[in-house]
């Protein structure tokens, strides 16, 4: 039986690297991207290969269309199929007003968060739409409960593509239904992950869990769990849902 192939993008860390340690253990041949940090997507690579997975660390800029197609032909060349995509990849700049906000702040948000997005898309449908002569798949992508408040004060720009995402999500999981390809989406908040340093404020879910139904910030465990089940056939009459990871928020 060959091993199904899962690539997740931005699996160097946080949420990313959970997914892709759960993905192995769940029998998956991972294709762990990452942009900068190849100490830490290769610690990931061979966590998953000394309990026998099978993993690569494959480095790719996903705001970057050469290195989006780079990062699909190493996988076709390693796997040779591919079966799910999860559109983890994304950047948080620091809190801020979007008075204050810049153009070229703008333009690297939404080329890495939403651009990265739908041109790994397109890539991950020529290759597993039944129609193309694939045998079908599933994209996660992992947006944001901002896509619902609009993180306003902070990050209205990453709010916005998050928005954009779940668009996506909706969109896509109708046109490629009947292609063998099911689109669905995670709403994480409140995870203890460090991309809440890039926005300025490391300890940011401490100083917000008492106002969590739950009183807590969840686990990147929490989060790959929920991927997974969407990845995975346990969800094969599910297209075009969003599971929010979010302590009842």
Request: aromatic share 6%; with cysteine; hydrophobic share 40%.
């Amino acid at each position: 039986m060959t091993m199904k192939t899962i690539l997740i993008t931005g699996a160097s860390r946080g949420i990313g690297a959970a997914t892709a340690l759960l993905a192995a253990r769940n029998g998956y041949a991972v294709a762990v991207n990452y942009q900068k940090n190849h100490k830490a997507a290769n610690e990931v690579v061979n966590q998953i290969l000394s309990v026998g997975g099978e993993a690569i660390a494959i480095q790719a800029d996903v705001s970057k269309e050469d290195e989006i197609l780079h990062l699909f032909s190493v996988i076709d060349s390693r796997f040779g199929n591919l079966h799910c995509l999860v559109n983890n990849a994304g950047i948080l700049e620091h809190q801020m007003k979007l008075v204050d906000m810049d153009y070229a702040r703008l333009q690297r948000m939404f080329k890495a968060n939403i651009l990265g997005s739908f041109l790994c898309c397109k890539e991950a449908i020529k290759r597993m739409s039944t129609k193309l002569g694939g045998k079908g798949g599933t994209i996660v992508n992992v947006s944001s409960i901002a896509s619902r408040t609009g993180a306003p004060f902070e990050y209205i720009d990453y709010a916005a593509t998050k928005g954009a995402l779940d668009s996506l999500t909706i969109g896509l999981s109708k046109e490629v239904a009947d292609e063998g390809i099911r689109v669905n989406a995670v709403r994480p908040a409140f995870i203890y992950t460090d991309i809440h340093a890039d926005g300025g404020e490391p300890d940011r879910i401490n100083r917000l869990k008492e106002g969590i139904p739950l009183k807590r910030g969840g686990l990147t465990e929490e989060v790959a769990e929920a991927i997974l089940w969407l990845a995975s056939e346990k969800s094969s009459y599910s297209t075009g849902i969003f599971i929010d990871v979010t302590g009842g928020k």
